[in-house]
């Protein structure tokens, strides 16, 4: 998949600096808008599969569960949160 991202030119491989032997795929401004512009589809798919379909009540219960799932890890919690309910673009 990485020799496939790295020909449409939306990564780079880079030298890991604490591992000559290892690489790391980096992404490109292409890969990049790219990326964002699948967020906002991914979002979208989410929203009307799975969120549309959940009541108020229940979009709250999902958001506690997500919480203690994701207890100790504070910036995650955010980066949904903010993702999901506020639809940023390029949250994770």
Request: contains cysteine.
């Amino acid at each position: 998949m990485e020799n496939r991202l790295e020909r449409e030119g939306w990564v780079q491989r880079q030298v890991d600096p604490d591992d000559a032997r290892s690489y790391h795929a980096m992404p490109t401004d292409t890969g990049a808008l790219r990326l964002a512009e699948a967020c906002v589809t991914h979002r979208a798919i989410i929203r009307t599969l799975f969120l549309d379909r959940l009541n108020a009540v229940e979009l709250h219960e999902l958001g506690a569960i997500w919480k203690h799932v994701l207890q100790g890890h504070a910036s995650l919690v955010d980066d949904v949160v903010t993702h999901f309910v506020q639809g940023t673009p390029g949250a994770p």
